[in-house]
């Protein structure tokens, strides 16, 4: 992968090239900074969630056929409807492009085979994401996103998966592969992160929501962690 190493998004670019999630040009190039169509977007996705294309066809006429035709039958946005393939060879916005990653890690699409460390955040959830997101702190331009892919914003922005420039989310302007890369491989769960962190934090969310059982109760008081205690009181 011929990427500086410098970069921002290099991690992500590595990781996403580690898993086979996504590939360079014939020089090794990944053209970080170019926008991403809808195809590649499927591909790069799918990919990295380790689903399995239900009947495909190895000898697709394109590369991208098993993919949309994957997702044409189980993303709601698209099934069952007449849509032309030029439409998915097209630039992808940033706001559908969060609802698309929210439906395959987050319950539309059952072949998700690898774990991922997002959370679902209630309206009423305290804490500081949400606080933002109601008061409009960062996200400006929140009133530009198109109403059906708002939900998935938010779930998002709150996982800290997608959280715009620090001033607005652009919902309209195409997301580039660079981005794509970081929100996707930011999804993911890996071992080098360690189970005992995840489980912490997921711990402290649900008792901050309020829907933490008495069995969950008890494993965190197992849990010898005074900084997560400190958070808890």
């Given at each position: ?21 996504i ?56 099934a ?46 305290s ?60 999804c993911l ?8 962190n ?10 901050i929501?309020g829907?933490?059982?008495?069995y ?18």
């Open positions: 992968m011929q990427e500086k190493t410098e970069t921002w998004y290099y991690p992500y670019l590595f990781k996403a090239t580690n898993i086979g999630a590939g360079g040009d014939d020089q090794g190039n990944v053209n970080a900074p170019n926008p991403v169509t809808r195809a590649e977007l499927f591909k790069i996705l799918l990919e990295s969630a380790d689903v399995e294309l239900e009947n495909a066809n190895p000898n697709a006429e394109y590369w991208a056929r098993n993919y949309i035709r994957y997702m044409t039958q189980n993303i709601d946005i698209y069952g409807k007449a849509i032309d393939d030029s439409y998915f060879y097209s630039e992808i916005p940033r706001d559908e492009s969060a609802y698309i990653i929210k439906s395959v890690f987050m319950g539309a699409v059952e072949d998700t085979k690898v774990p991922n460390k997002l959370y679902t955040y209630s309206e009423n959830m804490c500081d994401q949400m606080s933002n997101w109601n008061s409009n702190k960062g996200l400006s331009d929140k009133w530009k996103i198109n109403q059906y892919y708002l939900e998935a914003v938010r779930q998002l922005y709150c996982n800290k998966i997608m959280v715009g420039d620090g001033n607005s989310f652009n919902p309209e302007d195409t997301i580039t592969r660079a981005e794509m890369c970081k929100s996707i491989m930011s769960f890996t071992l080098d992160e360690g189970l005992k995840v489980l912490q934090e997921r711990l402290v969310l649900d008792y929501s829907m933490m059982d008495e969950v109760k008890t494993t965190y008081r197992r849990l010898k962690n005074s900084d997560l205690e400190e958070k808890m009181r």
